[in-house]
Nanobody
Framework: QVQLAESGGGLVQPGGSLRLSCAASGSIFTMYGMGWYRQCPGKQRELVATITSAGDTNYADSVKGRFTISRGNAKNTVYLQMNSLKSEDTAVYYC????????????????WGQGTQVTVSS
């Protein structure tokens, strides 16, 4: 069983920045990739950014140029640096893992974190 723990959420003013962290535990196997999702109020959960074990990254158009996903020195750790935050970025942000190519291709995470709240408000 894999457990994901997100941290770093909070309240920030528009234009501000936050850095989210996610640490995976409970497995010694290398993950194919990790990703960040978010669920905005009244909306479906959406993919924000992904990173593979090789370091390849992808971003949703809505966050491109503002958010950066990266890995820590420990390969089971992933970060989401969020800059130039907008009120539209307000959401619960979830860390997720992909353990195989099939689920990666389908963007169907194997495990989810419990989420961390990000609120962007003046």
């Amino acid at each position: 069983q894999v457990q994901l723990a997100e941290s770093g959420g909070g309240l920030v003013q528009p234009g501000g920045s936050l850095r989210l962290s996610c640490a995976a535990s409970g497995s010694i196997f290398t993950m194919y990739g990790m990703g960040w999702y978010r669920q905005c109020p009244g909306k479906q959960r959406e993919l924000v950014a992904t990173i593979t074990s090789a370091g390849d990254t992808n971003y949703a158009d809505s966050v491109k140029g503002r958010f950066t996903i990266s890995r820590g020195n420990a390969k089971n750790t992933v970060y989401l640096q969020m800059n130039s935050l907008k009120s539209e970025d307000t959401a619960v942000y979830y860390c997720a893992t992909y353990w195989g190519v099939a689920n990666w291709v389908k963007k169907s995470p194997d495990y989810w974190g419990q989420g961390t709240q990000v609120t962007v408000s003046s």
